[in-house]
């Protein structure tokens, strides 16, 4: 089973940055579909972004043009960029591998809270 560390996350002011960062325990990390899920509270938890093993990637339309997931397969990590950030993005924030021959791995999850 894949182990997933998410770290990065934190307090923000509205409009302010933050880079998400998720480390898997994998050599095989290539073969895998990455993806960002965030959860408000009293809320299911949703798909953010997601990048694919080979590297096509789709967001939610909330986050299209203010959020950018990328992947670094030599370090097993994938990342997400937030830009432009907004109180409607807090949440506490997941990242999920998934691949046609394991089971779905989820980390523990990074709070992030954008508030003044």
């Known amino acids: 089973q894949v182990q997933l560390v998410e770290s990065g996350g934190g307090l923000v002011q509205p409009g302010g940055s933050l880079r998400l960062s998720c480390v898997a325990s994998?050599?095989?990390?290539?073969?895998?579909?990455m993806g960002w899920y965030r959860q408000a509270p009293g809320k299911q938890r949703d798909l953010v972004a997601r990048?694919?093993?080979?590297?096509?990637?789709n967001y939610a339309d909330s986050v299209k043009g203010r959020f950018t997931i990328s992947r670094d397969n030599a370090r097993s990590t994938v990342y997400l960029t937030m830009n432009n950030l907004k109180p409607e993005d807090t949440a506490v924030y997941y990242c999920?591998?998934?691949?046609?021959?394991?089971?779905?791995?989820w980390g523990q999850g990074t709070q992030v809270t954008v508030s003044s």
């Open positions: 999920k591998a998934d691949s046609k021959w394991t089971d779905d791995a």
């Open positions: 994998t050599r095989r990390f290539s073969m895998f579909n």
């Open positions: 990048i694919t093993l080979i590297n096509t990637t």
